[in-house]
């Protein structure tokens, strides 16, 4: 009646296993280190690059504990602080003495020190939040206004294209701030050219004025549009930070919005917090024009003359000059994808773009009039701007699938792919709140909250005892088993745990025992009735699952409410909330049951169980039985 088959049995020593397994790395604590990642995505982290930096170690006489490649950038642990700093130093020295023209990021982290085997297994710890581990909070302005005067900008080019494919002749167009002013000399074109832009632009809003004896068109962006435009800057800015933050390795950043123009950054284990602010600024912005080719223009790249008025000098990666105009002809918010190949024709390195259908549009209109010039693709990161590649146009690109080829190995290719794939910033953001939460401060976070867990685990296992004898222990057994799972489910994951989540596993040790106090007032019950003991275990977990698995559905549904519609702290509590009612099922039903047929499922001549004082109701008035124990 009360007896496991082994498969059961087996399950629960399979669960044990794998629970203790991935659990175990939360108990090694972690050790500060020093990562090195590429500042540019042409700049490469490999093996060569570890060979330098133990060398630089070597050379500083610092003795790291261990060095790995991971992810695309090296890591190296430390045993203290100190060797830490020191090692940073001498890296930072031989990989980036220039902090402008960095091609390294060195940055102050902290690693797991659990062993190498356990990392073998893909058990690693889970990742603390900013309240026990420490790190950094930033709240950035997003200069809506900016991204506002950037979409005016890009519209004018576009209002300019469509009057010249319509052979509107104007007096010339120009942006007021974000205004866009159109003149004509004839009425008669000016209604064409307003007719034109309400078809073609639905975004602006346009209104005519007399204007010294001409007819100028204002057109500005409608406020529907306006907020459009500011929700995409926005979510483009966030997106953009999230590949950035990469480059500091850091586990579970918080990237979120905070009301209409304000984005939170939270950085846990980030102790650099100078380095964080350098990533965050050093967003780059994508920008194609046209290469000037007068023979002023060739001057100025040789440095023989002054640069022509409407252009700018920039640079190749290998240095030469090329002068640009200032039009701006597409920017990264056209390109969807960028992706490295081959020429079909010549079998060379390429990298094939694709534009959305604007982009495609224009991107049509330019190399049609500009066959056999050259078309420069640059990026701009700090204020600087560099020429990825400036090549020439053999013919008109439609369809929106473009080719960069020429003079590129695969390498490049690749690099210059990844490059325009990287994304740009919408609008330039502020930091206005900046704030700092030190190790020593998450170290104490984390002991009140193991202490809260610990005690209050400690404070039920010691009632339960004391009121249900031996079935007590079972359910505290039962009870350290749902722990343990919880954690393991939690690492295996690789959640994020914060003070609200080790709050919620605190509540979950009481909403775990409330099953098992169920079942064993059950099966007290049924031994008041007259039941044997071993009927008695059985009635009480069968009749006891249908009441824990209601009560445990309605918490959950609870649970997952949080989780859908909480943000922050809130979805930290429901994730290890709902985490834990599900374990609890498992270890509470399940694993406490296999404990109890273990222990009494093959004693066939059972005569008492240990469940504390068991009180029978009266048979009549001043006569009581006596009580089992």
Not at 611 to 625: C, F, H, L, Q, Y
Request: proline share 4%; hydrophobic share 45%.
């Amino acid at each position: 009646m009360n007896r496991y088959p082994v498969w059961k049995y087996a399950i629960i020593l399979i669960a044990l296993l794998v629970g203790s397994l991935y659990t175990l790395p939360n108990f090694f604590g972690e050790a500060p280190a020093v990562q090195v990642s590429a500042a540019k995505p042409s700049v490469k982290v490999d093996a060569a690059l570890q060979a330098r930096v133990e060398d630089v170690l070597r050379a500083a006489g610092v003795t790291p504990g261990l060095v790995q490649l991971e992810a695309g950038s090296l890591k190296v642990r430390f045993d203290t602080t100190d060797q830490q700093l020191k090692a940073k130093d001498a890296i930072q020295r031989a990989l980036a003495p220039n902090a402008d023209e960095a091609a390294y990021v060195v940055a102050l982290n902290l690693l797991s020190r659990s062993p190498q085997w356990l990392g073998a297994l893909n058990a690693a710890p889970m990742y603390l939040g900013l309240d026990l581990r420490g790190g950094v909070h930033f709240m950035l302005q997003v200069d809506m206004p900016a991204a506002l005067t950037k979409k005016a900008e890009s519209l004018t080019g576009d209002l300019r294209s469509a009057l010249r494919e319509k052979n509107l002749r104007h007096g010339g167009i120009s942006r007021n701030g974000q205004t866009i002013e159109v003149r004509f000399r004839e009425a008669a074109t000016a209604e064409a050219a307003q007719r034109l832009m309400q078809d073609q632009f639905p975004d602006l809003l346009t209104t005519s004025s007399p204007d010294a004896g001409d007819v100028k068109l204002s057109a500005s962006l409608k406020p529907e549009a306006g907020r459009k435009v500011q929700e995409q800057a926005l979510k483009q800015n966030i997106t953009t930070l999230h590949n950035r933050i990469n480059e500091l390795g850091v586990a579970e950043p918080v990237i979120q919005q905070q009301g209409l123009d304000r984005i939170v950054v939270q950085l846990p284990g980030v102790q650099d917090t100078a380095k964080a602010k350098d990533i965050l600024g050093r967003t780059a912005t994508l920008e194609i024009r046209m290469v000037e080719d007068s023979s002023e223009a060739r001057a100025a790249e040789l440095g023989t003359g002054p640069v022509p008025f409407g252009t700018e000098r920039f640079l190749e990666r290998n240095g030469q000059a090329v002068i640009v105009k200032k039009q701006v002809i597409l920017t990264g918010e056209n390109l969807t994808d960028a992706q490295p190949g081959f020429d079909s024709q010549t079998q060379e390195a390429a990298v094939h773009l694709t534009l959305d259908a604007k982009g495609a549009r224009i991107f049509r209109d330019v190399t049609r009039e500009s066959v056999g010039k050259r078309m420069a693709i640059l990026l701009f990161e700090k204020g600087k701007g560099e020429v990825v590649t400036a090549p020439v146009i053999r013919s008109e690109i439609g369809g929106g699938r473009v080719q960069i080829s020429g003079r590129m190995s695969t390498v490049e290719a690749n690099d210059v792919a990844l490059l325009l794939r990287a994304g740009s910033l919408a609008a330039p953001m502020d930091i206005i709140e900046e704030r700092t939460i030190g190790p020593s401060l998450g170290a104490e976070n984390i002991a009140k909250g193991f202490n809260s867990v610990t005690w209050g685990f400690a404070a039920v296992a010691a009632f339960m005892c004391l009121y249900y004898m031996l079935f007590g222990l079972f359910s505290s057994i039962a009870l350290g088993v749902n722990l343990l799972l919880l954690v393991a489910v939690l690492s295996m994951l690789q959640a994020t745990l914060t003070l609200p989540g080790m709050a919620a596993m605190a509540l979950v040790l009481g909403m775990a025992i409330d099953a098992n106090v169920l079942i064993n007032e059950r099966v007290r019950e049924e031994l008041r009735n007259g039941s044997s003991p071993q009927a008695a275990i059985h009635a009480g977990y069968e009749r006891a699952w249908a009441t824990i698995l209601d009560s445990n559905v309605t918490t959950l549904i609870a649970g997952l409410a949080l989780l859908a519609f909480g943000s922050g702290p809130v979805r930290g509590f429901a994730v290890v909330h709902c985490l834990g009612i599900l374990t609890s099922m498992f270890s509470a039903v399940f694993f406490s049951r296999g404990l109890v047929n273990l222990w009494y499922g093959r004693q066939k001549r059972l005569h008492a169980v240990s469940i504390g004082t068991v009180w029978r109701a009266e048979k009549s008035a001043g006569a009581s039985d006596s009580p089992k124990a």
